[in-house]
Each structure stands twice: as C-alpha cells, then as structure tokens.
C-alpha cells in the first residue's frame, strides 16, 4: 500500500488520509471506497470535483446517497486498533493505478479513482448510485477528455495544470449568454479601447 501512495498525486494523498479519518469518525473497522468517494466529492479543489462540476451535476446529492451507503457498514465500538483497508478498497486503489497507467499518466490522480469504479465489478452499488445521478463512464470520459487533453499527469500537483484561465480569470463572453453581466455604465472610453483591442488583426489580446 506505501509503494501506491507514493505513486498518488498530492491531493488523492489527502483525499486517503480524509478517508481514513471518515472510517474512524464513523466508527467502521475498515477503510471502504465509500469513504474515499465521500471525500473527493466533499473537496473542491481536487481534479475529479472539478471534472464532475463541469457536468452540471449536483454533488450534495451524490454525498447524501455515499452518507446513507456508509451507514451500512459495520461498526465497532471502544475499539483501539486503527482502521484497516479492506479488500474492496485495496481493488479500488489497484484499480486507480491502472488506470493512470492506461491514460500513459506518472502519479494516480482523483479522477483515476471514479474512473476506478466504473472499470470494475466490484462497486455494482456504488457505480449505480454514481448513474442513478446522471454521472455515467461516457460523460464522465469526455469530460475528463476535455478538460485534460493530451496532457499527462507528471507532477504531483496536475490541479495548477489544468483549467488555468477558468480559475484565474472571468468568462464574460458566457457570463453575458447567461445574462450574469451587468451593464456597463458611462465608460465609453474603455468599451471603445476594448473593441479597438479585440478588432485588431494581429496584436488582439482575448485574454483581456
């Protein structure tokens, strides 16, 4: 398991060590996927949340369905022993790695891990609660697709990679289709300096 979590980006680190703090909090001997799945959903910076954000699917309602999931598992109480992983969630993270692997990728990444569960038959309960919310393996693809390109995870940070003009910048032409932009008011000077920069032929800066 080291030898796996050495291979893990930074934030699928994280997303372990929530899982494993989850287990313990609910009281469950092992470390199931379900707890995993729980906390990239409940994270917002990690490269899975935003693959799934861009789908316009509603995440609290897939972690009310993981919540209601992880409360059949066992429980033990005025236990001492640390939660172990068990064979399912031992699968998922073998799963993980060989999906990085496939993608031709260095580190396993977040999104390897749902992924992970559409790959193997292990997770019928999980992938079903995964569909039964509109998050399906070809949606899930084509996102995963657009968002990533050709680029391959080789860093244990691919969230600075990625979508570097949605985090640092504002779409005003999708804000405007969206009718979310305000009217701009008395600065006619700088909306004809905008057009002027926008119409030239060469020099125009669209990142503006």
Known sequence: MQQLIEKMTQKSVEIFQSAVLSSQSNQNPSIEPVHLLKAILKSSDNLATQIIETLNITKQA????????????????GSSQ????????????????????????????????????????SFKNLKQIFEKNNLNLDN??????????????????????FQVLEKYTRDLTKL?????????????KEIRRVIQVLSRRTKNNPVL
Not at 62 to 77: A, D, N
């Open 62 to 77: 897939l972690i009310s369905e993981l919540e209601q999931e992880e409360k059949h598992l066992p429980k033990v109480t």
């Open 82 to 121: 640390p939660p172990y992983p068990s064979n399912d969630f031992i699968s998922l993270i073998n799963t993980a790695e060989k999906m990085a692997n496939k993608e031709g990728d260095s580190y396993i990444s977040t999104e390897h891990f749902i992924l992970s569960v559409f790959s193997n038959s």
């Open 140 to 161: 899930f693809k084509k996102a995963v697709n657009k968002i990533k390109g050709d680029k391959k995870i080789e860093t244990k940070n691919p969230e600075n990679q």
């Open 176 to 188: 405007a289709e969206q009718g979310k932009l305000d009217p701009v008011i008395g600065r006619d």
